[in-house]
Structures are given as C-alpha cells and as structure tokens.
C-alpha cells in the first residue's frame, strides 16, 4: 500500500532479515515434522488452518478479548477528527475506530491489512492524553497499518502456536499408533517431535520479539514525522509509562498476552535479561530516538 509515511531503511533491514530468520525456521520445521510424522497432509492442514484463522481474523480476536466496540463519529467526535486528519496526510484508508472501555492507558491497530484495519484506544488513555498527544499516538498506530506490521507480527507468531499445537496433537492423535499399540519406536518418535516443537517456539518466540522491537521503533520514528511533533509523542510515552507502573498488576497480566500489539508495553522493563524478551524496546531507547528526530527537523526536544 502506498502511503506517505516516511520510509526508515535501517530499521526495515533489521526486520527483512528477522523475518528471513523465522522464515527458515518455518521451512526446518515443516521439514522435520514431514520426516518424522511422514503425514505431509496433516502438517499441512494443521499449519493453513491455524495461519488462515490468525490472519483473517485478528481484528475480531483482538476487539473480542480487549472488549473493544467500533465507536461513531458522532459518539467521539475529537478521535475521529484526529485520525481522518492524519489519513490525510498520510495517503491512507480510513480505519475503523473503536474503543475499550478499560482504565488500562493504552492503543494498538489490528486488521489483516489497511482496507481492514481497526485502531483501538482504550478510555483510561482517552482520559490521560492531550489532544497533540494523542495526535501522535494515533500517527503511531496508523504506521503499524500503512507498513502491514500487523500482519507481520501475527504470521510470524503463527509458528510458536502451530509448535504448540503440534505437541498437543502428538498426545491425542491415532497418528501414534492407538492407545493399545505403543511401542518404543512410537515412543522416540513423540519425543522427537516434542523436542522439535519446543525448540521450534524457544527461537520463534526470540525472533518476534525482536521483530516487535524494531516495529516499534520504525513506528515511533514514522509517526513523529507524520506529525512533525516528535516531542508529543515523547510526552505520551513517558506519561503511559508512569501510568501503567499505577496499574493494578491483575490487570496487567491479564493485558500483557497483548503486549506485541500495544503502543506500550503492559507490563515494565525489568531487568536487561528480561528485555531480551520484550514486545518494545525501552522507555530511554524510544526517547533518545525521537530526540534525535526533533534535531533532525529543528525542533526543541
């Protein structure tokens, strides 16, 4: 999709590659289960099946379990005029608009691609934000959608669910054998795959982190020069960050399953082994950013 959004090469060369990386991971692992379950049509059953319903419909899952609704012009007035104003200058289709009526400061875009796309803001980011602030929450949001980020992020996640799903399968299928019918070449046979699937979803799920981090930043980055104010987009960041810390850590945990789709993450940084497995990067790291854009474009920091 064409848009005005600002290319980032850099950052684009990082997730090229991330999804290069998960991409050969998928080929190994199809590869290994065809070797060892010799089932090419359960494999590749299995693996459509899960891939066609993760990406068809994301938008629904997503509004479905953050208990979003598609909200009218007329129902918020100022968050429809923000996004329309930003398509705008973006080039883009207009995406639907929906809210979640949860204290949780936050927002992700969900949708299979621009045509269908859904930002969601929840209420308690609504109450937090300022107008210009929340301009460039929303620029950011729309730049998961004009680079297909979301689609990105929800076919490369696909392979830790098939590996789990796989191990699950191993259990209760008569690919085995029957229950009657176990002997240890059935035996090795289950371990192999088991071993296969966890390995399988260890680096899948390192890989999409990474692939998340380097979404976020190149989003940041899109979205500060969408609107020329990286500065408030600055000023959201560091105010979410301190909200969500206020947060009660019950409702944290259960938005964190979230994370890779939110504008921050739901729950901190932790420690810099803990950030190896972060959706984002860190709260300094996106500041130092957009500072740099503010220099870039003249602009006080």
């Known amino acids: 999709m064409h848009s005005r959004f600002a290319p980032d090469p850099q950052l684009s060369a990082r997730m090229l590659l991330t999804v290069f990386l998960l991409g050969l991971l998928y080929v190994a692992f199809v590869a290994a289960l065809l070797v060892l379950l010799k089932s090419t049509v359960v494999v590749l059953v299995v693996a459509a099946a899960v ?37 705008a200058t973006a080039d883009m289709p207009r995406p639907q608009i929906a809210v ?13 691609n621009a045509d269908h796309a859904v930002l969601c803001v929840t209420t308690g980011l609504l109450r937090r934000l300022e107008p210009d602030e929340l301009e460039g929450v929303m620029a950011h949001e729309l730049s998961h959608v004009a680079h297909r980020d979301v689609a990105v992020i929800t076919v490369a996640s ?53 692939l998340s981090r380097y979404r976020e ?3 940041d980055r899109a979205g500060a020069l969408l609107t020329g104010h990286p500065s408030a987009l600055a000023s959201a960041l560091t105010k979410l960050d301190g909200d969500i810390a206020r947060i009660p850590s019950k ?6 399953a979230f994370n890779a789709f939110y504008f921050v993450p739901a729950l901190g940084e932790g420690s810099s082994i803990a950030r190896l497995f972060a959706t984002h990067p860190s709260l300094e790291q996106r500041l130092d950013r957009l500072a740099t854009i503010s220099a870039e474009l003249g602009r006080p920091a």
């Not at 979640?100 to 299979?112: C, E, Q």
């Not at 409702?251 to 964190?256: E, F, H, K, Q, V």
Request: charged letters at 15%; glycine letters at 8%; aromatic letters at 12%.
């Open 251 to 256: 409702d944290l945990r259960t938005a964190s």
């Open 51 to 87: 891939l066609f319903s993760q990406y068809w419909f994301s938008d629904r899952i997503a509004l479905y379990a953050m208990h979003g609704r598609v909200v009218t012009r007329e129902q918020q007035p100022q968050l429809h005029g923000i996004v329309d104003r930003l398509c």
């Open 100 to 112: 979640s009526d949860i204290d949780l400061p936050n927002a992700f875009a969900t949708g299979r």
């Open 158 to 210: 696909f392979l830790g669910v098939i590996a789990g799903l796989i191990v699950r399968f191993a259990f209760y299928s008569e690919l085995y054998g029957g229950r009657g019918r176990r002997d240890q070449n059935t035996v090795a046979v289950l371990m192999a795959v088991m071993a296969v699937a966890a390995l399988v979803y260890s680096l899948s799920y390192l890989l999409i982190r990474a």
């Open 217 to 219: 930043l190149a989003a």
